[in-house]
């Protein structure tokens, strides 16, 4: 039920605990600057307007707009990532959302009998070398392999100091799940 | 009573230091296994040090390998011979990336060969950190690709703090390369792990005398040598057998020979050699042969002399200051040259009069160890860590002054854009939005104490498998 | 272990009762089926569960007793849900409460055995059971699908569970049981008398297709088709291969057998509405063809384009028999290629002229081909240009060999002098020592091919470049066949229209919550992305593609090897 909130530079770490075995963790990014925004497409229009004074053809403009339209439509449906949540309910599963700033969702649950780890991996991306937190998803073929890694908060990327209290908090239910079977063991 | 407190806490100080050079594991060579080697009795010394080299094949991004030393797999695009192409600026990103979240003080590249290990030296210089460099190889003087060569370690080495050679042939070389100071330039041979090159006098066959080779089977290892003896020889002795472990370009010329004499049962090739199988074809030998044209420091001869074998090497390079007289039959690099050497050693063999394989090997394992060259790049570090990193525009006057003209004043020019380029990067990132890295190694290291209760370790490698 | 109980949201207005479903014990959860009201009698509750159980091969049992009760608590109530526990054993007994409108029940499970005082856990796990009843779960692809890994997640097995069940749900609202239940209840029985109807009729029809397709399919076999030009010649045509690659898909159709799975039944729904659409298609081309005579108008600028077309050639070859772009040729070698090619397209032309009076009426009766299809009349059209072009695939295939010989001549001369030799038996490269006459020989002929190459080099990349437009444009047709073959339309509309039928897995919303009572989570089905849905229901196409990379694609054009039609089948190609 605790919610709290912690805001490193721009972007914002929410925590909600459901309850002892369920807890969300998002991250929200900055939301869309309109100052960047309306330079862009002015940016563009005057491109337009200029080559349009060049050629002295309409279409360049209606085409402007066209793109700049589409362009936008596209930018806030498919990259434009608004917040990236994590839900964890301990027995039954990770949950992954990204909702997009259109408001499209794309999730994807992954059960805990496949999830054999959540960890803290380095990997360079693009001119960088960043830290991020990836699932490990249980071989079926051999339970000591990992099949697959699912990466975390792929868009928004928090710096580590965020995944540190995110991974913590991963732990802290996943080790329930590891204790769990052995007390039922010794009873 | 003051000074020998002093000494001690002196010796305390901790170094970061990180290695860049294109050669590392899995490609296998002395340069690899050096900056292995030395990382690792740095490591257990109680430093922190990271590699950095570039991708190899599927193996790229971060790992981790024993004891915690952390390697980085650049992806950069391999041009030539395992090294990298360089534009002077490409990689400054992800190099400064590392360096800063590292939290790095002393880079250490290695190899002249290597076009990464010079970049990271730029680069290091214009961040104002503190630079080392170790020259593994000789080079010639003569031929126009020489003189170019030698014009750009003149211009990489003419301002970086110290310089590290591994045989005083190759100081000298260097030196004059370079046109250095000789006071910046140390020797530090190479070293062998004693233990992993034990002599067996039981494997060998008695009956017959075998010469082993290993090398990797390029021009520069004399090759084309080794195909002229190999006929001279074995018309000569029917009991001779040769075994070449090794792969490269040249293995056809062997191949060739072999086939032509009809030596299919006394030449045996190999191919390439996992590091830990060496020694077990060492010590299936009596003589050791290598046939190098050019050498710095010759690993393989200390090796096989651990290994208790008889060597017979050319006198190239620092190959004389390695071994003692009476352990090494020295030869001029020629076909008749090294068969004579050849045959003086199969006829000590004959009479008897070789000393048994124990008496070499405890005799050669005092020589190199790994700790001691620790030990001295460790006193390398301290000097360094004691000096001052050149200002930019120090450093420009070095190179104008230094390099010559045109040269000077073109890599001073670049010099500058490196270090527009590097505000630039500042500019974008600035160094507080770099997460420092959490180290495995070193006084902080997280392999070393629990960091989080109930969970063993914080980063785990995951795509090592 | 935290107790998981899977909610049916449809039960959560109904009446006091007991709670029936299945116990998955290894993952301690519990499905709610159905509830079962009050007054019953236990005796024929279990009779009924029993019966279920046979017809559904799933062991459905009481799970424990739901009480909604519009006031007050009743003391004698509980007390009585508490002994029902002993009437019907199981292991926990679940009870369940709801107290007037409230959203949050509370919900606690009774240990008889073991008295252990300790409170489990309870996540309360609502689901719309028809959703979950018709949706057909698509585990990831990556994670092997061995029949034997029966562990398998536990959400399988709930669907399975809910899906299963099925017979539960077939009995109406309004029937007079032994014992009144609440469940999910179909309406709309109307419609499916429709259906029924629908499959009655198609019985017949389905037998009358099998039999005319097996009697197509026996003249097609017959051995006068298979003598070697015209099998060669079926092979080469792409009109022969879609028209039998649709009557494939007619077989699988209008069989009898019944698909044995989903994803059968799937893949033969998505063939029938490709088929549907793609004949639709190709009614709607005839219908635009034949109005106002616009095959007439095609013929008649067809036969002029063939003749500006083989001007061009005419004139591209006269510019590359003088000096094209100021290069200086061969002059004799020049003349002589340029003649040779000028003869082809002569003959060429008189071959046009020849047909031009059938023309129009060869292309009327192709139209009538579009009738069978949209996909057979672009095939057609693929080959009428094949047929169009032939004579620029002949001037390709002679600069090929031509160009093609040099190169190799030249690279093995170009061993000889450096003392080598290609040694075929090892596959490499060895050193040989070569006679003096040898290396003279070979001297003179390295000079005279290495100053021919550029003419024909240039021949060559005129021509390569003719073809490869040509390519090209075939190649585009054959992707659009391919596109309206392969894709799954009935996938895509079931997804579009009813999008928890494909689920990837599924969601859980987490609903309010209260101190003290258990977590609330609503599952939701999470439908497959029409990526992987394409992926995963793509029909496999007849046409072949390269197998060539970019890079194995230059290195073939750079040594004067054909590109296309690449060799299949071991197969000769000029």
């Known amino acids: 039920m605790a919610e709290n909130q912690r805001t490193g530079a721009p972007l914002a770490l929410r925590r909600r605990h459901h309850s002892a075995s369920c807890r969300e963790l998002a991250v929200r990014a900055p939301r869309l600057q309109l100052r960047a925004l309306s330079t862009l497409t002015s940016a563009v229009w005057l491109a337009a307007y200029g080559l349009f004074v060049l050629c002295e053809n309409s279409m360049v403009l209606s085409a402007a707009i066209f793109i700049t339209l589409i362009g936008l439509i596209v930018y806030l449906h498919f990259v434009k990532v608004d917040q990236e949540s994590l839900l964890i309910i301990g027995s039954l599963g990770i949950q992954v959302t990204s909702s997009y700033a259109s408001g499209k969702e794309s999730t994807t649950f992954i059960e805990m009998s496949q999830v054999k780890d959540v960890v803290i991996n380095e990997a360079i991306h693009m001119q960088k070398i960043i830290y991020y937190l990836c699932i490990l998803i249980r071989d079926p073929q051999d339970p000591q392999g990992v099949s697959e890694v699912v990466p975390l908060f792929q868009s928004s990327k928090p710096r580590l100091d965020c995944l540190i209290e995110v991974y913590k908090s991963c732990q802290e239910i996943l080790q329930q799940r590891e204790t769990a079977p052995q007390s039922s063991e010794i009873k | 009573m003051a000074a020998p407190a002093a000494a001690p806490a002196r010796r305390r100080r901790r170094h970061t230091v990180c290695m860049v050079s294109d050669f590392f594991y899995p490609n296998m060579g002395g340069v690899e296994s050096h900056v292995y080697q030395l990382s690792q009795c740095l490591v257990s010394r109680g430093h922190k040090v990271v590699v950095v080299t570039h991708a190899y094949g599927a193996r790229r991004g971060v790992r981790y390998v024993t004891r915690g030393l952390k390697v980085y797999y650049l992806p950069l695009r391999v041009m030539y011979n395992e090294s990298t192409a360089t534009t002077l600026f490409h990689s400054l990103p992800l190099l400064r990336y590392i360096f800063v979240r590292e939290r790095v003080a002393v880079v250490h590249a290695h190899s002249s060969f290597s076009a990464m290990a010079h970049d990271a030296l730029f680069h290091a210089k214009t961040m104002g950190l503190r630079t080392v460099f170790t020259d593994h190889s000789l080079f010639g003087f003569a031929d126009v690709s020489s003189v170019l060569t030698n014009k750009l370690l003149a211009v990489s080495l003419c301002d970086t703090n110290h310089i590290i050679c591994v045989s005083y042939t190759s100081k000298e070389n260097t030196v004059l390369r370079a046109a250095l100071d000789p006071r910046i330039v140390s020797v530090i041979p190479n070293a062998v792990d004693p233990t992993d090159f034990t002599p067996d006098p039981s494997r060998r066959d008695e009956s017959t005398v075998t010469v082993v080779v290993v090398s990797r089977l390029v021009y520069r290892k004399g090759i084309d040598l080794l195909g002229g003896i190999i006929p001279e020889l074995c018309q000569k002795y029917p009991d001779l057998h040769f075994l070449v472990g090794g792969e490269g370009p040249k293995r056809i010329v062997l191949e060739e020979v072999r086939e032509r004499y009809q030596l299919h049962d006394r030449v045996r090739l190999l191919g390439a050699l996992e590091h830990q199988d060496v020694r077990n074809v060492l010590v299936q030998g009596h003589i050791f042969l290598n046939t190098s044209l050019t050498e710095a420091f010759c690993m393989a001869i200390v090796e096989a002399a651990s290994c208790g074998l008889q060597v017979v090497s050319t006198r190239v390079g620092g190959i004389p200051e390695v071994l003692p007289e009476d352990l090494i039959i020295l030869c001029e690099p020629s076909v008749k040259s090294l068969c004579d050497g050849l045959e003086k050693a199969i006829a000590q063999l004959r009479s008897g009069t070789l000393p048994s394989p124990e008496t070499i090997h405890n005799k050669v394992k005092t020589f190199y160890t790994w700790r001691n060259v620790a030990e001295r790049t460790e006193k390398v570090y301290e000097k360094v860590a004691d000096e001052v990193v050149l200002s930019m525009s120090e450093r420009i006057n070095r190179l104008i002054s230094h390099c010559g003209p045109v040269t000077g004043f073109i890599f001073a020019f670049f010099a500058v854009l490196n270090f527009l380029f590097l505000l630039f990067l500042r500019w974008m990132t600035p160094d507080s939005s770099i997460d420092v890295a959490i180290d495995a190694t070193g006084p902080k290291g997280a392999w070393t104490k629990q960091c989080f209760p109930g969970k063993k370790e914080k980063v785990k490698e995951v795509l090592n498998s | 272990m935290v107790l998981k109980v899977f909610f049916p949201t449809c039960c959560s207005s109904a009446e006091s009762g007991i709670l029936i479903g299945r116990w998955i014990s290894e993952q301690s959860s519990a499905v709610v089926l159905a509830v079962v009201h009050f007054p019953f009698i236990p005796v024929q509750v279990k009779q009924y569960l029993s019966h279920v159980q046979q017809v559904t091969k799933i062991k459905v049992s009481v799970l424990g007793s739901w009480s909604n009760s519009k006031r007050e608590k009743e003391e004698s109530l509980s007390k009585f849900l508490e002994d029902l526990g002993t009437i019907f054993a199981h292991e926990p007994w679940i009870q369940i409460s709801k107290e007037g409108d409230s959203k949050f029940w509370s919900c606690s499970t009774l240990q008889k055995e073991s008295n252990s005082s300790k409170e489990e856990e309870i996540i309360l796990v609502y689901y719309d059971q028809r959703k979950v009843m ?85 003249v097609c076999k017959s051995r006068m088709l298979k003598f070697w030009p015209l099998s060669f010649l079926w092979s080469k045509l792409s009109t022969c291969e879609q028209l039998g690659h649709r009557l494939q898909h007619l077989q699988i159709i209008s069989s009898s057998k019944k698909a044995q799975n989903q994803t059968q039944l799937m893949r033969k729904a998505n063939i029938f509405v490709s088929l549907l659409i793609d004949v639709a298609l190709g009614i709607l081309l005839m219908s635009w063809l034949y109005r106002k005579s616009r095959i007439g108008h095609l013929a008649d600028t067809l036969i002029p384009v063939a003749d500006h077309i083989a001007k061009e050639l005419q004139d591209l070859l006269q510019w590359l028999m003088g000096a094209p772009a100021g290069l200086k040729m061969n002059r004799a070698l020049d003349q002589v290629l340029g003649r040779f090619f000028l003869y082809h397209i002569h003959l060429w032309i008189s071959y046009i002229h020849l047909m031009s009076p059938f023309i129009e009426m060869i292309l009327w009766y192709v139209g009538l081909s579009a009738c069978l299809g949209l996909t057979v009349a672009l095939c057609i059209l693929s080959d009428i240009i094949a047929l169009l072009t032939f004579h620029i695939y002949c001037f390709y295939v002679y600069g090929a060999r031509l160009y093609c010989l040099k190169v190799y001549g030249l690279s093995s001369l170009w061993r000889l002098f450096r003392g080598k030799k290609w040694n075929v038996l090892r596959q490499r490269v060895d050193s040989c020592s070569y006679d003096l006459d040898q290396l003279f020989i070979g001297t003179l002929l390295f000079t005279i091919l290495l100053f021919l190459l550029p003419t024909t080099a240039l021949y060559y990349l005129v021509f390569t470049l003719l073809r490869l437009l040509v390519v090209v444009v075939q190649g585009l047709i054959h992707l659009l066949v391919d596109l309206i073959d392969s894709l799954p339309l009935y996938s895509i509309i079931l997804r579009f229209c009813r999008s928890y039928r494909l689920a990837a897995g599924v969601k859980f919303r987490v609903l309010e919550q209260k101190q003290g009572k258990p977590l609330r989570l609503l599952m939701q089905i999470n439908p497959l992305s029409y990526g992987s849905l394409v992926q995963r229901y793509r029909l496999p196409t007849c046409s072949c593609y390269p197998k060539d990379s970019w890079t194995s694609l230059c290195r073939k054009l750079f040594f004067g090897e054909l590109i296309y039609p690449w060799k299949h089948k071991g197969e000769k190609q000029d």
């Open chain 3, 134 to 218: 018709l949706s057909q779960l698509h585990p990831p692809a990556n994670t092997s699908t061995d029949p034997k890994a029966d562990d398998a997640s536990k959400l399988t097995a709930v669907f399975d569970t809910v899906a299963n069940s099925k017979i539960l749900f077939m009995t109406d609202k309004y029937d007079d049981g032994p014992v009144k239940l609440t469940h999910w209840q179909s309406d709309g029985v109307e419609a499916s008398i429709i259906v029924e109807l629908l499959k009655q009729a198609s019985v017949p029809v389905c037998l009358l297709l099998t039999f005319l397709l097996s009697l197509t399919s026996v």
